[in-house]
């Protein structure tokens, strides 16, 4: 991906890494074989960051979701950093969304919509079918489907996807494919990483998020902004916030403070943890 899909400057080479150096349970051996190397490039003039390899081919992505299992997904339903963020995102989007369906869009095995009060007409939908059947088994009304392949039209008065939109391919087609399914003057919100935060500037392509090798759309504050307002959603808030797996900010600060200690002796670099890096955006549709 040579040019930018937000603002369609040519963009520069930021990270290359081989996936012999990566251990994530998403990264089956047939995905290595696919994927030898992680490739991003960065927008000079939004800082978004594109990822320039195999992963830009949908069925490699689409076929390597369906091949993931159960122990992809570590519930995290009495996890009380995610109850804790889970109830702080329900409190943000309450002040904007009168309305109480939610679709939830890459929804996993289902612990936001479990964490969610009971106020909730609570609907899924979740690209796995290991992801989907876990979902079902909490009672969750969950499809094994996504925005595209659901037969069903939902009217959703709030939209949510937390951690997803950074692992689309297209993320205009992604944003537009809201409108199938959101009631007039519906809302989105959206979680993602912020490649505008300090920490991530200050990791550089040593921030531990750009390893995952599911994220291939990472999005600055102005770019995500950009993105949205294209297609004709009004920003009602943004926040920078912390993701519930970060270690804090301690362990960031460890890091960055001993790392010139590392290159003195010659080791590797070391990958910074997340510490306030994500931006959660609330949208509705104009």
């Known amino acids: 991906m040579r040019h930018c899909r937000i603002c369609n400057r040519e963009t520069d080479p930021f990270l290359h890494i081989s996936t012999d150096d990566l251990d994530e349970p998403f990264l089956d051996a047939t995905l290595r074989k696919q994927l030898p190397a992680l490739e991003l490039r960065r927008c000079s ?7 320039n390899d195999a992963r830009q081919d949908d069925r490699v992505l689409t076929e390597a979701y369906e ?47 479990s964490t969610l009060s009971e106020k909730w007409s609570k609907l899924g939908l979740e690209p796995s079918a290991s992801g989907a059947t876990l979902a079902r088994k909490k009672n969750l009304d969950v499809a094994h489907a996504t925005m595209d392949s659901s037969p069903q039209s939902y009217q959703a008065d709030l939209i949510s996807a937390l951690d997803v939109i950074e692992h689309v ?9 809201f409108k199938r399914h959101l009631r007039p003057g519906g809302a989105v919100l959206l979680l993602t990483g912020d490649a505008d935060s300090y920490p991530a500037k ?16 990472v999005f600055s504050r102005s770019g995500l902004r950009t993105l949205l307002q294209s297609h004709g959603f009004e920003i009602l808030d943004w926040v920078r916030c912390e993701h519930p797996s970060s270690p804090g900010t301690v362990a960031w600060w ?14 590797n670099k070391s990958w910074y943890p997340f510490w306030r890096d994500h931006q959660a955006v609330v949208a509705r549709l104009r």
């Open 202 to 217: 200050i990791a550089g392509p040593q921030w531990s998020y750009l390893r995952w090798c599911g994220h291939i759309s």
């Open 169 to 177: 391919i297209d993320p205009h087609h992604f944003v537009e494919s």
């Open 45 to 51: 003039e939004c800082g978004c960051l594109w990822a």
């Open 254 to 267: 460890r890091v960055h403070l001993l790392e010139p200690a590392r290159t003195m002796l010659g080791r």
């Open 67 to 113: 091949r993931v299992v159960d122990s992809y997904f570590d519930s995290l339903e009495n996890d009380p950093r995610y109850v804790r963020f889970y109830k702080w995102l329900e409190q943000l989007v309450t002040r904007h969304v009168s309305g109480t369906t939610i679709l939830d869009v890459g929804c996993g095995d289902g612990v936001f919509l």
